[in-house]
């Protein structure tokens, strides 16, 4: 099977571009996703969270309000919580990749917009990183409710610059040119790694790395 990590920051359009891979019968594992089922009720982040985070529980899970505001006090939480994460995050993709493999499922995405961050490009085949020009994601994060110019340049500053995502991909999809063309890319990309004679660029970085799969 072959896993394809992808990334790109914030309002690049890395969800739409997941659901054209999806359309090409890839499995698509989302690390966003993988978090709110983590906060959720009965989620195992829920306690463990709970404890270095007091007064970030409500109703049994994880209040994302609350947590952010509990991040925001402390220099050192966001590191602090991404030890608590990151492990349970990565757990849940293990057995998410391994039911995908017994499928028979030939292609996996990887959705994770800490990819390089976290040191997930080394676990993976390739790397495709999804941008578009500064000023469409600008105006595609700024459309959002309740985003801020604040919070969207506190964002970035988390992330990877675009411009070292793209210096990094292994392929390109720009979204700037509209979802038609950012689709034509996304098929060429899944003919491509689908190919009987495709060599992987990181294969041996993912092997070595097997168990972060």
Avoid: C
Wanted: charged share 25%; aromatic share 4%.
């Amino acid at each position: 099977m072959i896993l394809l990590g992808l990334t790109g920051s914030i309002g690049m359009g890395k969800s739409t571009t997941t659901a054209m891979f999806a359309e090409h019968g890839a499995v698509v594992w989302n690390a966003d996703d993988a978090v709110h089922a983590l906060y959720a009720p009965g989620g195992a982040a829920v306690g463990p969270v709970g404890e270095a985070f007091p007064g970030v529980v409500v109703d049994g899970a994880v209040d994302r309000a609350r947590l952010a505001e509990a991040l925001g006090r402390d220099e050192t939480a966001f590191r602090r919580l991404e030890t608590i994460v990151h492990p349970l995050v990565a757990a849940g993709r293990v057995a998410d990749l391994e039911a995908a493999r017994a499928a028979g499922v030939r292609l996996a995405v990887l959705d994770i917009p800490l990819l390089f961050e976290t040191g997930g490009d080394r676990a993976v085949d390739a790397v495709v990183v999804v941008t578009a020009d500064a000023e469409t994601q600008r105006r595609r994060v700024l459309a959002r409710s309740g985003m801020t110019i604040e919070r969207f340049e506190a964002i970035l500053a988390r992330q990877t610059p675009d411009v070292e995502k793209r210096r990094r991909a292994d392929f390109i999809i720009d979204t700037s040119g509209g979802m038609d063309a950012a689709r034509a890319q996304v098929t060429e990309i899944v003919r491509t790694v689908l190919a009987p004679e495709w060599i992987p660029p990181r294969r041996t970085l993912s092997l070595a790395t097997e168990h972060l799969h």
